[in-house]
Nanobody, 119 residues
Framework: QVQLVESGGGLVQAGGSLRLSCAAS??????MGWFRQAPGKEREFVAA????????YYGGSVKGRFTISRDNAKNTVYMQMNSLKPEDTAVYYC??????????????WGQGTQVTVSS
């Protein structure tokens, strides 16, 4: 059974930092990534990383502030979020896919973790 378990969300002041974690179990993946969804808005791509080559992709609104990384031994992906802004407030979801490139669909999703940035 595949599971993606996120942790690390919380409340932080603007300009602060948080690190999200997503522990995967049940199988290995070709890519893992993060999405977010704010109230009343569509889900937005945040970042992704290929598991073997470590190639990273970022959404435009977080580039230069967020960093995605992985620990192969722990089958865990992280996202370090720095210089947080109130507009980063959202539920953050971990996602994983079993094959394909950057445009391939995501096969598995975590339950989400809330990130709230106060001004």
């Amino acid at each position: 059974q595949v599971q993606l378990v996120e942790s690390g969300g919380g409340l932080v002041q603007a300009g602060g930092s948080l690190r999200l974690s997503c522990a995967a179990s049940g199988r290995t993946f070709s890519s893992m990534g993060w999405f977010r969804q704010a109230p009343g808005k569509e889900r937005e791509f945040v970042a992704a990383m290929t598991w073997n080559g470590g190639i990273t992709y970022y959404g435009g609104s977080v580039k230069g502030r967020f960093t995605i990384s992985r620990d192969n031994a722990k089958n865990t992906v992280y996202m370090q979020m720095n210089s947080l802004k109130p507009e980063d407030t959202a539920v953050y979801y971990c996602a994983a896919r079993t094959s394909g490139g950057a445009s391939s669909p995501w096969d598995y999703w975590g339950q989400g973790t809330q990130v709230t940035v106060s001004s």
